[in-house]
């Protein structure tokens, strides 16, 4: 039985720290913001861009660069989930965490004053959104997968949607952005939290 952090599963602990790395550079970025700052009137994007947050764009930008190294390992330690039914849509999954995980690294490298952001945000929300999709349809019948998290993904996708919908629609409407990733890292919190006691 995994009972020690350092027994902790690969999947849990790079989900964690997915989590708390974003969640720390994000707050350390946003408190040195000048000006108002809002989820309802500014993209996250607006963090991590020097003109815009001079004294605190680099906490941003590391924070994503890190939270997608993170997810890496998360998305490597998924394997535990040993997949037997729709192993081929589980294993897509996963690349599609990885491939989503390596956008979130180039967000932070190219911000949305440089001509591939736009780019990369696109794919980032695309692909983190057939990432839910798949890895919930794959592992909705796996007798270890809690179903309540599997609800719970339906709801992050309908975000994810709706954020698609609104920037097509209505371009400024940045708190979809907000509630897709922070409803999106909510997952991955119970998806480790679910695979810690996978392990045990």
């Not at 995980?101 to 591939?116: C, H, K, R, S, V």
């Amino acid at each position: 039985m995994a009972t020690g952090t350092k027994n902790m599963p690969l999947a849990t602990i790079g989900g964690l720290l997915v989590i708390l790395l974003f969640c720390i550079f994000t707050l350390a970025s946003a408190v040195r913001y000048p000006g108002a700052f809002s989820p309802m009137d500014n993209w996250l994007s607006d963090l991590g861009t020097m003109k815009k947050n001079p004294a605190g764009y680099i906490y941003f930008n590391v924070g994503c660069i890190l939270a997608g190294a993170c997810t890496l390992f998360l998305v490597s330690g998924m394997g535990a989930w040993r997949v037997q039914e729709r192993k081929l849509l589980f294993e897509a999954g996963r690349a599609l965490g990885a491939l989503s995980a390596f956008t979130l690294m180039l967000i932070g490298a190219f911000d949305e004053n440089t001509a591939y952001h736009t780019m990369l945000s696109i794919a980032f929300f695309l692909l983190l959104g057939l990432f839910l999709v798949f890895t919930n349809i794959s592992l909705w019948k796996h007798p270890a997968y809690k179903r309540w998290i599997g609800y719970y993904a339906i709801i992050a996708v309908l975000i994810d949607v709706i954020l698609a919908l609104t920037f097509v629609v209505y371009e400024h409407a940045p708190i979809w952005e907000w509630l897709s990733v922070f409803g999106a890292l909510a997952w991955v919190g119970m998806l480790a939290y679910n695979m810690r006691e996978l392990e045990q």
